[in-house]
């Protein structure tokens, strides 16, 4: 393939056409295959009406019957942005979306009445300069290979004050092109009041980032009681991201372990120096932050985590945790299992625990060190 000449800027090659560009939807121009036997009389039919993600609430509740409340426990809705798209499932001519705002990490594009208009610009970048974005211009061509701006500069027109518009109806603005960094740092509102400790069980779903306790940038405490019932006890006590970042409390090989997996780059354990115990037990990992990084290159708090078994030692190393959360989606809290994808590669997910019984996992944020009140940690095990 011939070099391309055009205009790109510099590193991002034809990324252009990954998810990460705004307007020219690569990878995430998707099919949407639609069944519902009971309410939808086609099979098999197609439909090439123009349709994005947030039409598909509006759809389901259309085709459900149901209105949205305009005020839930007393706050206010936003409006519903989508459009149904009920009418194009019965009839292959109804008409479909005339017109659909983007915004993606600092770039800009609107699709409107089968035209599309969009920005270049680096993704993510910090870049700013948005005055100087090249505009493009496209028809149906799904390619998107022949730029129209030369040649229709009114319509281009046209449509950049539409989008314009729909940025400041639909809270795009002001534009940011944040790096993944200055957004991973950014404060936001969490799901879960403050509180000083976390308690989380066994057998249940695992629990969103977004709704669970905040380690980044403190000390903590992970302390899980454990009725140890065979010396082959092996498996996962309490998982907390995954492949990207997060850490991880395990059993394996009769030894206990902590993962702490920053940011998907700089896997850090700690092994326990001798093996597991039978009977009842408080199985911890406690980090000490003593500041933040001194490496440039590893942002975040540095300490010293150390493993005990009840009140005993039993390993220690120097760690740094990630700044900001672990993980945008998915891969949240578990115990007794790693669900999704593991945060070490020292085993396969999900390692759920075998050989004893998990009682539960409480995490302490409270700054207080585990030495100074484990007497406290134990009387959390005992039953409620």
Same mark, same amino acid.
């Given at each position: 393939?011939?070099?391309?000449?055009?205009?790109?800027?510099?590193?991002?090659?034809?990324?252009?056409?990954? &998810?990460?560009?705004?307007?020219?939807?690569?990878?995430? /121009?998707?099919?949407?295959?639609?069944?519902?036997?009971?309410?939808?009389?086609? %099979?098999?039919?197609?439909?090439?009406?123009? @349709?994005?993600?947030?039409?598909?609430?509006?759809?389901?509740?259309?085709?459900?019957?149901?209105? =949205?409340?305009? @005020?839930?426990?007393?706050?206010?809705? !936003?409006?519903?942005?989508?459009?149904?798209?009920?009418?194009?499932?019965?009839?292959?001519?109804?008409?479909?979306?005339?017109?659909?705002?983007?915004?993606?990490?600092?770039?800009?594009?609107?699709?409107?009445?089968?035209?599309?208009?969009?920005?270049?610009?680096?993704? +993510?970048?910090?870049?700013?300069?948005?005055?100087?974005?090249?505009?493009?211009?496209?028809?149906?061509?799904? $390619?998107?290979?022949?730029? +129209? /701006?030369?040649?229709? =500069?009114?319509?281009?027109?046209? +449509? &950049?004050? +539409?989008?314009?518009? !729909? /940025?400041?109806?639909?809270?795009?603005?002001?534009?940011?092109?944040?790096?993944?960094?200055?957004?991973?740092?950014?404060?936001?509102?969490?799901?879960?009041?403050?509180?000083?400790?976390?308690?989380?069980?066994? *057998?249940?779903?695992?629990?969103?980032?977004?709704?669970?306790?905040?380690?980044?940038?403190?000390?903590?405490?992970?302390?899980?009681?454990?009725?140890?019932?065979?010396? *082959?006890?092996?498996?996962?006590?309490?998982?907390?991201?995954?492949?990207?970042?997060?850490?991880?409390?395990?059993? &394996?090989?009769?030894?206990?372990?902590?993962?702490? !997996?920053?940011?998907?780059?700089?896997?850090?354990?700690?092994?326990?120096?001798?093996?597991?115990?039978?009977?009842?037990?408080?199985?911890? $990992?406690?980090?000490?932050? !003593?500041?933040?990084?001194?490496?440039?290159?590893?942002?975040? /708090?540095?300490?010293?985590?150390?493993?005990?078994?009840?009140?005993?030692? @039993?390993?220690?190393? *120097?760690?740094?945790?990630?700044?900001?959360?672990?993980?945008?989606?998915?891969?949240?809290?578990?115990?007794? %299992? *790693?669900?999704?994808?593991?945060?070490?590669?020292?085993?396969?997910?999900?390692? =759920?625990?075998?050989?004893?019984?998990?009682? &539960?996992?409480?995490?302490?944020?409270?700054?207080?060190?585990?030495?100074?009140?484990?007497?406290?940690?134990?009387?959390?095990?005992?039953?409620?």
């Amino acid at each position: 393939m011939a070099a391309y000449k055009g205009r790109w800027p510099l590193g991002c090659g034809f990324e252009r056409f990954w &998810k990460r560009w705004a307007g020219h939807e690569g990878g995430v /121009a998707d099919m949407c295959p639609v069944a519902w036997p009971a309410g939808i009389e086609a %099979r098999a039919e197609v439909r090439r009406q123009y @349709v994005h993600a947030v039409d598909l609430v509006p759809t389901l509740y259309d085709l459900l019957g149901v209105e =949205p409340p305009e @005020v839930i426990k007393g706050y206010p809705q !936003n409006p519903i942005e989508g459009e149904s798209f009920r009418a194009s499932l019965t009839d292959p001519g109804a008409p479909g979306r005339q017109t659909q705002f983007y915004a993606m990490p600092g770039q800009r594009s609107i699709h409107h009445e089968g035209r599309l208009a969009c920005t270049v610009h680096p993704p +993510l970048s910090g870049w700013g300069d948005f005055a100087l974005d090249v505009w493009e211009l496209y028809d149906t061509d799904r $390619a998107r290979s022949t730029d +129209l /701006a030369a040649r229709e =500069p009114a319509r281009l027109e046209t +449509l &950049k004050s +539409l989008r314009y518009y !729909n /940025a400041g109806v639909h809270d795009g603005l002001p534009l940011d092109d944040r790096t993944v960094l200055e957004q991973v740092l950014a404060e936001r509102p969490h799901g879960t009041p403050e509180r000083d400790s976390h308690v989380y069980y066994p *057998d249940s779903a695992p629990v969103p980032e977004q709704s669970g306790v905040v380690t980044s940038g403190r000390s903590y405490t992970v302390a899980a009681g454990i009725d140890v019932g065979s010396v *082959d006890a092996e498996g996962v006590l309490y998982a907390h991201g995954g492949v990207a970042g997060g850490h991880s409390l395990y059993a &394996k090989d009769h030894r206990l372990h902590y993962a702490y !997996n920053w940011v998907g780059t700089h896997l850090q354990v700690v092994d326990a120096d001798r093996e597991i115990p039978p009977g009842t037990h408080v199985f911890t $990992a406690e980090f000490a932050a !003593n500041g933040r990084s001194a490496d440039p290159e590893m942002p975040g /708090a540095e300490g010293t985590l150390t493993l005990y078994v009840d009140d005993q030692e @039993v390993g220690s190393d *120097d760690i740094v945790t990630q700044p900001g959360s672990f993980c945008v989606v998915g891969d949240g809290i578990c115990v007794g %299992r *790693d669900d999704a994808s593991p945060v070490t590669p020292d085993h396969q997910g999900p390692f =759920p625990f075998t050989g004893g019984t998990i009682d &539960k996992v409480v995490v302490d944020v409270s700054g207080e060190r585990y030495v100074d009140h484990e007497a406290q940690v134990s009387g959390w095990f005992i039953v409620d």
